[in-house]
């Protein structure tokens, strides 16, 4: 059999690394990572979305040097891409969320750290790196005030409010394989376990994943409760848009909003000054039903009016999709599963192999498409949509 090493050099696509993560994980800890809620409709509509987009690809124009850098919300980033948060990843590889930062440090794009990561604001922040911190509004206020105030120490250069979970999505997988971490073994899960010899290995030798920011919170004290009931039964479900300007106020560097998909509320809040606004629905984890990230930023870019940075994620598994995004008015994508499934597959060299993939397809998909720079995509590149059959 082929070491770590060799099988995630032969994995050629993002689809490839999730099927070596599939392979080295027991189910209940894959399915959290792959699934979606209730019927899984906006998981697929995700894909579905990106698929339906047509490029129009230009010829005979100089493209022997892609040139993948641009900015972000502001800042120079080495490709339209950042690391979307993402909880409890320490379940699949130990230290996951370090090792993705390192990654993303290294290829020098922003990295997004979870209030719900396995490790803490201060673990990441002494990789280095260009960081932004992903906040969940929790009931208890002063506990959201301590991880802002902790992530400005620590010198995160931007706060992201996730606005699309008031309250948990219903993850049918999560609740049918009774997924919880940290990892309380039901005789169901052990079976699952005993499966994936390597990965419990691993697990034992390093212990339980926790979450590091969440360290002396109230909530803490159930620790049997699914993922998806214990991040809901902490969230304040009262946050509106007063709160939200008092939390602007209150942080002093970039800040950002994600899980938006409407234009309505997108115009509102660049009315209100947010740096940048994230196009997307957690990745189909949600509201099971909503629209699709993609089908949804024509109408957020439209209403925007160029007075914030929009972002998108859900669905980014391609360097087209990439592409399609930018040229639909995006600044960046954000990724979540796809350095995901590369880190569960192989910890930093799987994220590295990740990332690597999307940016050398995004590469090759600028220089097929005839536009050299990111500020060649542009909404000329893509068929309209009334023309696909
Ligand atoms: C396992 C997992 C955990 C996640 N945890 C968080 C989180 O803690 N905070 C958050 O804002 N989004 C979270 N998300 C959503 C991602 O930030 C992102 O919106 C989504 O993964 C994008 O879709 P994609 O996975 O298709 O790229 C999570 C997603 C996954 C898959």
Redesign the pocket.
Same mark, same amino acid.
Request: no cysteine; net charge positive; hydrophobic share 40%.
């Given at each position: 059999m082929p070491g770590l090493q060799e099988r995630l050099l032969n994995a050629c696509s993002i689809e490839d690394l999730r099927g070596l993560a599939r392979r080295r994980l027991p189910r209940g800890v894959f399915d959290?990572?792959d699934g979606g809620a209730d019927d899984e409709n906006t998981l697929r509509a995700?894909r579905e979305g990106f698929d339906r987009l047509r490029l129009r690809p230009r010829v005979l124009v100089d493209v022997h040097q892609p040139e993948l850098s641009t900015a972000i919300a502001g800042s120079a980033s080495a490709a339209p891409l950042v690391i979307?948060?993402?909880?409890?990843?320490g379940a699949g590889w130990p230290g996951a969320d370090v090792a993705i930062a390192r990654v993303a440090a290294r290829l020098g794009i922003p990295y997004?750290l979870?209030?719900?990561?396995t490790s803490s604001i201060e673990e990441v922040a002494a990789e280095g790196g260009r960081l932004w911190f992903?906040l969940?509004v929790l009931r208890d206020q002063v506990f959201t005030q301590r991880l802002m105030q902790r992530a400005h120490q620590a010198g995160y250069d931007a706060l992201?409010i996730?606005l699309d979970?008031a309250t948990g999505g219903k993850r049918e997988r999560d609740l049918r394989n009774r997924f919880t971490v940290p990892l309380r073994p039901n005789p169901r899960m052990v079976a699952d376990f005993a499966s994936r010899p390597a990965w419990c290995l691993q697990m034992l030798r390093h212990g339980q994943p926790r979450f590091k920011n969440m360290a002396g919170f109230d909530g803490d004290a159930d620790p049997c409760a699914s993922i998806a009931a214990k991040v809901g039964q902490a969230l304040d479900a009262s946050f509106d848009w007063d709160a939200l300007s008092r939390m602007r106020d209150r942080w002093p560097g970039r800040f950002m909003v994600?899980?938006v998909s409407r234009g309505d509320d997108a115009a509102r809040l660049a009315a209100m000054g947010v740096n940048a606004i994230w196009v997307?629905n957690? =990745?189909? /984890?949600q509201l099971d039903g909503a629209v699709a990230a993609v089908d949804a930023l024509p109408e957020v870019v439209a209403a925007v009016q160029g007075r914030a940075a929009v972002l998108l994620?859900? =669905?980014? /598994?391609r360097g087209t999709d990439i592409v399609k995004a930018v040229a639909l008015g995006a600044q960046a994508v954000?990724?979540?599963?796809?350095t995901?499934y590369g880190a569960a597959a192989g910890g930093e060299a799987g994220a590295q192999r990740a990332l690597q993939i999307l940016t050398e397809e995004l590469r090759r998909a600028m220089q097929l498409c005839g536009t050299p720079r990111i500020a060649d995509i542009d909404a000329s590149l893509l068929q309209p949509r009334e023309a696909h059959p």
């Open positions: 959290f990572f995700n979307a948060p993402t909880g409890a990843i997004t979870s209030t719900m990561a992903q969940y992201v996730t979970l994600k899980g997307s957690h =990745g189909g /984890r994620d859900s =669905g980014v /598994r954000a990724i979540g599963r796809a995901l």
